[in-house]
């Protein structure tokens, strides 16, 4: 997941979603052409069902892992396809879940 978050084309950050259904892989996408990986990922799975979404946040310069809360956009795209599973890593490297809220403390951030 890490390795291929560096197909993203962002300078300062390359994010990351990987789609599941049931716990296994049905699509993942980078954020790209300024479009968010959420949103690509979803495209990717072609309709196919998805229950749970991976989130990750790699910073270019340090390559260290950042927060990758989804920001409202996305959040509405993966509420959108039935998706109550939402993983997103921390600034502190760990990975947090939440079930389809909007958290205003966290939302809005880029990538
Ligand atoms: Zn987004």
Same mark, same amino acid.
């Given at each position: 997941m890490k390795r291929k978050a560096y197909e993203s084309d962002h300078e300062k950050n390359m994010h990351i979603s990987v789609c599941l259904k049931g716990?296994?892989?049905?699509?993942?996408?980078v954020n790209k052409?300024?479009?968010?990986?959420?949103v690509?990922?979803?495209?990717?799975?072609?309709?196919? +069902? *998805?229950?749970?979404?991976?989130?990750?946040r *790699?910073?270019?310069?340090s390559g260290k892992i950042g927060l990758s809360y989804?920001?409202?956009?996305? +959040?509405?795209?993966? +509420?959108?396809?039935?998706?109550?599973? *939402?993983?997103?890593?921390?600034?502190?490297?760990?990975f947090d879940t939440y079930k389809g809220y909007l958290d205003p403390e966290l939302y809005g951030k880029d990538g």
């Amino acid at each position: 997941m890490k390795r291929k978050a560096y197909e993203s084309d962002h300078e300062k950050n390359m994010h990351i979603s990987v789609c599941l259904k049931g716990g296994a892989l049905v699509s993942f996408a980078v954020n790209k052409n300024h479009r968010h990986s959420e949103v690509r990922a979803i495209k990717k799975a072609r309709g196919s +069902q *998805i229950d749970t979404i991976i989130n990750l946040r *790699i910073k270019r310069k340090s390559g260290k892992i950042g927060l990758s809360y989804p920001c409202v956009k996305c +959040q509405l795209a993966i +509420q959108e396809v039935g998706i109550d599973k *939402i993983w997103y890593s921390k600034e502190d490297g760990t990975f947090d879940t939440y079930k389809g809220y909007l958290d205003p403390e966290l939302y809005g951030k880029d990538g």
